[in-house]
């Protein structure tokens, strides 16, 4: 590693695992990065100021919502910005410019004993796009002006995860939801494809959840459970997908290799004191790091 310069943004960041999102084209150096902060993502690119896309309410809402997250998400056909929120799924042209599609989520009657958001964001296979819905039967009251980011990382009360799959045309803006996978228990914490190249019998996408557990699936005009990696109540926040190998970092400071076949442990490091919050992987080379 060498230092480069350093680059500002217009804003913070909100202390959310997998803040940080890069649009990196394969052997070309990075095009853009993007944080979420509040209502808003800060994008920055090589050329030209730093600037900032606000979340979009959606309906006659009176409030703007909380960004949970933002990613570019590479397709073969095109580059898509998808952020996710309190109350829907924003797709935009890679720089931010165009909305192409937006889906609502089912906001209940009364927000202050349930709530949903979206979160986990990823491409799976050739055309397609996830992203995790969220939904759960507050514990407490909520809050006059929704929900905190630390009620985002640590959702009260019974809960329960879904995967959205979206299905991207090449261009355009008829975007469909072509399937939801319900396989999840918890709220969804994050979503990896395979970056290398996924061995006979191996998942190409892995979910994870607020639990610890992970799904392996297979993509394809239809998505298929392979298996899950049961969790043990702690929080895999992050996970990353290469080889057929499968990285994931919990909340009690561990990172963990998984066999995205069989579902078999392969490595444990303990060596953080604290959360894993989020794990970055050189598709090349297969090293993964993470904090």
């Not at 992203?131 to 909520?142: D, N």
């Not at 895999?236 to 919990?250: D, E, F, M, P, R």
């Not at 066999?259 to 090349?284: F, K, N, T």
Request: aromatic share 6%; proline share 8%; hydrophobic share 40%.
């Amino acid at each position: 590693y060498r230092r480069e310069r350093a680059l500002a943004l217009r804003s913070s960041s909100s202390a959310l695992y997998n803040n940080l999102t890069v649009l990196c084209p394969p052997a070309r150096p990075p095009r853009a990065f993007g944080a979420v902060h509040g209502t808003t993502v800060s994008l920055l690119g090589p050329e030209g100021p730093p600037r900032q896309l606000p979340a979009r309410a959606g309906g006659s809402a009176l409030s703007t919502p909380l960004l949970t997250q933002a990613a570019w998400c590479e397709l073969p056909a095109r580059v898509l910005l998808v952020l996710t929120s309190q109350r829907g799924v924003q797709m935009y042209e890679a720089d931010g410019s165009t909305l192409v599609f937006w889906h609502a989520l089912d906001v209940p009657e009364h927000p202050a004993a349930h709530s949903v958001f979206a979160r986990g964001i990823s491409v799976a296979g050739e055309r397609f796009i996830c992203v995790g819905e969220l939904g759960w039967a507050v514990g407490r009251a909520g809050s006059p002006g929704g929900l905190s980011p630390a009620d985002l990382l640590t959702p009260p009360g019974t809960s329960s995860g879904a995967v959205l799959v979206f299905d991207i045309p090449p261009k355009g803006t008829n975007v469909t939801l072509s399937e939801v996978l319900e396989q999840h228990r918890d709220p969804i914490t994050d979503i990896a494809a395979e970056q290398g190249q996924a061995p006979e019998g191996a998942g190409d996408l892995v979910t994870a959840d607020d639990c610890g557990t992970l799904c392996l699936w297979s993509t394809g005009e239809e998505f298929t459970l392979l298996g899950k990696v049961p969790g043990s109540g702690c929080t895999c926040s992050s996970v990353t997908l290469w080889n057929g190998i499968v990285a994931a970092g919990y909340g009690n400071g561990q990172i963990r290799l998984w066999e995205a076949g069989s579902g078999q442990l392969r490595a444990q490091v303990s060596a953080h004191a604290r959360w894993i919050y989020a794990l970055d992987l050189a598709p090349l080379t297969g090293k993964v790091r993470g904090g």
